[in-house]
């Protein structure tokens, strides 16, 4: 994985390389993006780059946007607050006009308080905390946010009679995985079935998850609600093997990657559901052909975050249109006109079709879940 992300990170750079030198200042549109291509959420972050990216030369291809071209220029952040508004300030050295992150959420939340005093225009492909575009009216994303992941795992849990009985193990100290599980809880209320365990956990305590886990056997859990990343999942479903505990586990978009964890045995994941909009086996012709241009560039099957990414690109792209923009216009000005243009547009994408965006950045699609089968992602 980490050769992969490295040799992802160069192939960005050079195309970002001859990108730059072959448009003159003022010919294009330039596009930053922030997000971990380095560490442990480098699954997300690669996989969001190498879709802008693909999405950026296919409307080159095309003759770009207004007449000009699209650049995009990707930095990473480690999934590290503080490295990202130190990506966010080298994006603007670089004369970025527009940002297509923060990939995760906590830097997603320091980088807007940056970009909410530039009036940058801000589209976030995954940032799915509350707090990543509440800032300003400069910030949008891609994603659902984490009370409408949890109200649409609770609901999708019990309309379709997954359990009686529930039990949830979630990341206490996370903004994502704390925020989606409050919401869960919420509408719980009105399914039918029962939280008959939740166990926490902290990002000091994400190794061992005995307790959780026995807490969760002891009361009878016949399916397991995990709304965490996929590095915590992997360990989860292997210390439940371990410990002869085989529930149902439904989780959400941040166990995407799971499938990609160096040393995990990934039939532990075997029947795992997930929430997510994206579905790789889709049969549709733009996923389709997506997926096998992913594939063909990147040798793996793009996930949830490559999907946003690229319609992110997309709704980017709709927006400049709509508004009528030109590349000459500085990035608060573009702001001004993006942010408008932005409630008026009606994008089909990878992740929902007729797409579209309130005033307030959130997006309006509706949710699907999967399943994990022979090693891979299937449509529920």
Not at 210 to 224: C, I, W
Request: proline fraction near 3%; charge should be negative; glycine fraction near 8%.
């Amino acid at each position: 994985m980490k050769k992969f992300v490295k040799a992802a990170s160069l192939a960005l750079a050079s195309a970002m390389l001859l990108s730059t030198t072959a448009f003159a200042e003022g010919d294009t549109f330039k596009i930053g993006g922030i997000g971990p291509m380095t560490g442990a959420a480098a699954a997300y972050g690669t996989a969001v780059m190498n879709a802008a990216q693909i999405a950026v030369d296919e409307i080159n291809e095309a003759g770009g946007v207004n007449g000009a071209q699209l650049e995009f220029q990707p930095q990473d952040d480690e999934h590290d607050a503080e490295k990202s508004v130190n990506a966010y300030n080298t994006l603007k050295d670089w004369g970025m006009q527009m940002l297509l992150g923060t990939v995760t959420s906590a830097p997603c939340i320091a980088v807007e308080a940056e970009a909410v005093n530039d009036n940058m225009f801000l589209l976030t492909p995954s940032g799915s905390a509350v707090d990543c575009i509440t800032a300003g009216d400069n910030a949008f994303r891609v994603c659902f946010s984490d009370p409408d992941q949890g109200t649409a795992s609770a609901k999708y849990i019990g309309e379709n009679g997954l359990a009686e009985k529930v039990a949830v193990i979630y990341d206490s100290s996370d903004v994502y995985s704390s925020g989606i599980y409050a919401t869960f809880r919420t509408e719980a209320e009105n399914q039918p079935f029962e939280i008959v365990a939740d166990g926490a956990f902290t990002a000091d305590s994400k190794t061992d998850f005995s307790v959780q886990l026995q807490q969760a056997k002891d009361a009878g859990a016949e399916l397991v609600y995990l709304p965490i990343y996929y590095n915590e999942a992997s360990l989860i479903f292997t210390q439940a093997a371990g410990m002869d505990f085989a529930p149902a586990w439904f989780g959400v978009d941040g166990m995407d990657g799971i499938l990609t964890v160096e040393g995990f045995d990934t039939s532990l994941a075997e029947g795992v559901m997930l929430l997510t909009p994206f579905s790789a086996d889709a049969e549709d012709e733009l996923t389709k052909n997506f997926v096998a241009k992913y594939q063909e560039l990147y040798n793996e099957v793009p996930n949830q975050f490559a999907a946003d990414a690229y319609d992110g690109i997309y709704a980017i792209k709709a927006a400049l249109e709509k508004s009528e923009a030109t590349p000459d216009m500085d990035a608060s000005t573009l702001c001004d006109l993006v942010k408008v243009a932005m409630t008026e547009i009606s994008v089909d994408g990878l992740t929902g079709t007729g797409m579209t965006w309130s005033a307030e950045g959130e997006p309006t699609k509706a949710p699907k879940a999967v399943v994990i089968e022979d090693g891979a992602y299937k449509g529920l």
